[in-house]
């Protein structure tokens, strides 16, 4: 039986977190580090779960780039996992809920992104030479308008050579 009538300070809270995030990083399912945090700490399922999710997001944020990707594959098997344990077994709401993980764990593939962390490096390096919309107007003019009509001499040449070549092709019947 859990015990529910007391709260966990905000300290046991930070260290069950990080127990969850160390558990999902060795590769533990989601489910099972929900049920092994509450049944050690004595807590509902739901406070386990606040753990795990507050663990995957420590963990996330602990996990170099390099390896984010590789994280998100396993916790994302896992998950997979979950919901088919759960079909198995009956458990609907379980499934739909590890369905929805999966679904979260999706929105997330952004973070993975490695052009994303560079345009947000390029951007942050970039910001002092950025006019932002202040100050004054640019004063050089860069017109390559009247470039971009011209068609270069190489083209022209071929164009011409292919007209006066006057192949005509026979019809393949």
């Known amino acids: 039986m859990t015990n529910t009538s007391t709260r966990s300070t905000n300290t046991e ?3 069950r977190c990080e127990e969850a995030a160390d558990l999902l990083a060795n590769g533990w399912p989601g489910r099972a ?3 092994q945090l509450s049944r050690r700490y004595q807590v509902s399922p739901q406070a386990a779960r606040a753990y795990v999710r507050e663990g995957r997001i420590l963990l996330i944020q602990s996990v170099g780039l390099d390896n984010r990707a590789a994280m998100f594959a396993q916790v994302f098997a896992g998950l997979q996992m979950d919901r088919i344990e759960a079909r198995e077994q009956g458990n609907s709401s379980a499934a739909v ?3 929805k993980a999966m679904a979260n764990m999706l929105k997330q ?7 994303r962390d560079f345009e947000n490096a390029f951007m942050h390096a970039a910001a002092p030479t950025l006019n932002n919309n202040r100050g004054t107007m640019p ?3 860069i017109n390559t308008y009247r470039e971009d009509l011209e068609i270069p001499e190489e083209f022209v040449k071929l ?4 007209r006066d070549a006057d192949v005509k092709e026979e019809p393949p019947f």
């Open 13 to 15: 809270f930070c260290n």
């Open 33 to 35: 580090v929900v049920q």
């Open 97 to 99: 809920g590890a369905s």
């Open 109 to 115: 593939l952004a973070d993975l992104d490695p052009m």
């Open 139 to 141: 004063r050089v003019s």
């Open 159 to 162: 164009w011409e050579a292919e």
